[in-house]
């Protein structure tokens, strides 16, 4: 569907107004909105908020991943990415430079031996609670493209044709699996998009899945939020899936979130890049379930206070609109707790 832009912003180079402009008309064309688009492409809608307005440059992963869900000319917004990216580091390396002074003839110095990078720094996830074997998972979006933390882009041509291979291969087999007709004929499991269809798991059998292929999410009450800096995190909780997940939005590559229960099973969302993440599921069925999630990034570590009976939680709460999440107040956020032996 097409729809009432806003105006770009003043200072975007000229290749990246045309890139915009040019992401915005392939977006209209298809008719269908920013919530489609991020489902076709794994990626959430905020983000494609941000590159359709010109807020933050377009990724070389989400543009494949584009290329690859819709018909639209691959080959020019490619070329269009790479001027945007042209301009853009041009325009951050266009300090002065002093003239150069002339200095005498000395005998050659070796060139310094550059040193090896930094090794990635490991997650540190809030040991909370200690009794239990942990489980953790990385999953969502992310997961889709690629898992491998410090992944460097060797060259622009090479991730991309990479990222279209696999965005692709993905797409025909979730093409398949959500086909309608030949989905059912094949006797393969379908998450339906109605709020009224049955989920495809309920409380243990949901533990380490997908919410969204799951249908999970059609009845999702966010049950609480909070901010660990910038970055902001969610508790959700499905009553029919009686399952919980945790998600984190406007982050960086390398934040996390993880959400923890009272036995100690924990799954955890990295994001790869973009900006947000969505974990697994956890089952939080039994009546004395209490669920902790707490994030991480480079700041320092912060949780959200520790909700227990979702179920009777969620009770209280307006049931979501299936194009909206349901409303809940922001709370502080805490550090992370110190590892104890009871919850």
């Known amino acids: ?53 010109g807020k933050r440059l377009i990724t070389h992963q989400a543009l494949a991943g584009m290329i690859a869900a819709l018909d639209c000319d691959g080959e020019l917004l490619t070329s269009l990415l790479r001027q945007a990216e042209a301009a853009r580091d041009a325009a951050e390396g266009s300090a002065p430079v002093a003239e150069p002074v002339p200095a005498p003839v000395a005998e050659p110095v070796p060139a310094p031996v550059a040193e090896p990078a930094p090794a990635p720094v490991p997650v540190a996830v809030p040991a909370w609670p200690t009794e239990a074997p942990v489980r953790s998972t990385v999953l969502g979006r992310a997961a889709v493209l690629g898992r491998a933390a410090g992944w460097r882009r060797p060259s622009a041509l090479l991730a991309a044709a990479v990222a279209v291979a696999l965005v692709l291969a993905v797409s025909l087999y979730l093409h398949g699996l959500n086909g309608g007709t030949d989905a059912a004929a094949a006797g393969l499991p379908t998450a339906s998009a109605e709020a009224g269809a049955a989920p495809l798991c309920q409380g243990i059998g949901c533990a380490g899945k997908d919410p969204q292929l799951m ?72 009546a004395d379930t209490t669920l902790r999630v707490c994030g991480h990034q480079p700041g320092g570590d912060g949780c959200i206070p520790l909700v227990t009976d979702p179920a009777a939680r969620a009770a209280t709460m307006a049931a979501p609109s299936p194009k909206a999440p349901s409303p809940v107040a922001s709370v502080p956020v805490t550090e992370a707790p110190t590892p104890s032996a009871t919850s």
């Not at 040019?22 to 492409?41: C, Q, Y």
């Not at 945790?246 to 229960?261: L, R, W």
């Open 1 to 53: 569907m097409s729809q009432s832009w806003k105006p770009l912003p003043d200072g975007l180079s000229e290749p990246a107004r045309r890139l915009a402009e040019e992401l915005r008309a392939v977006k209209d064309a298809h008719r269908i909105s920013l919530a489609e688009l991020g489902k076709r492409t794994y990626l959430s809608k905020a983000s494609w908020e941000r590159w359709l307005n």
């Open 215 to 286: 249908g999970c999410e059609n009845d999702d009450h966010t049950l609480l939020t909070g901010n660990v800096g910038q970055v902001v995190l969610y508790l959700h909780y499905s009553p029919r899936c009686r399952a919980a997940w945790a998600g984190i939005t406007d982050g960086a590559p390398g934040d996390t979130v993880t959400i923890t229960t009272r036995t100690g099973w924990q799954e955890t969302a990295l994001i790869h890049w973009g900006y947000d993440n969505y974990s697994a599921m956890v089952d939080a069925g039994p």
